[in-house]
């Protein structure tokens, strides 16, 4: 997919996963967050501070958490994508729409914020 001026522009391009991307973006907006693009994608922001970010690919689509490995993680849905090259990064991969849990979802976009802390 070809990057992102706007994150309209982003959800507007979507072949594939549009119904599922739509709902992760609902869910990450309901929580408060701001929205922008870094790097072609969504990113969702708190105080500042880069939260989650949202993408789509061929064969799975999903959120990445800047500072995952600080996640309780409960439900062990975060992967570490780029082992050896992120140590905070994690992501949530989804291959379906019924992956989409918007309360746990929430719950986890809620404990990621709290994690980025106001901005100093």
Known sequence: MKRAATPDAFFEGLTQWRAEADKLRAILLGCG???T?????????????NVVGLAAFKSYFGLWFFDG???????????????????SMRQWRMTK??????????????EAAALAGPSA
């Open 33 to 35: 967050l701001e929205e």
């Open 37 to 49: 693009v870094k790097w072609g994608g969504p990113v969702y922001r708190a105080d500042g501070k």
């Open 97 to 110: 729409a019924a992956d989409v849990k918007p309360a746990l979802i929430k719950a986890y976009v809620e």
């Open 69 to 87: 490995a600080r996640l309780a993680d409960k439900e062990r849905v975060l992967i570490n994508a780029q082992e050896g090259k992120t140590k």
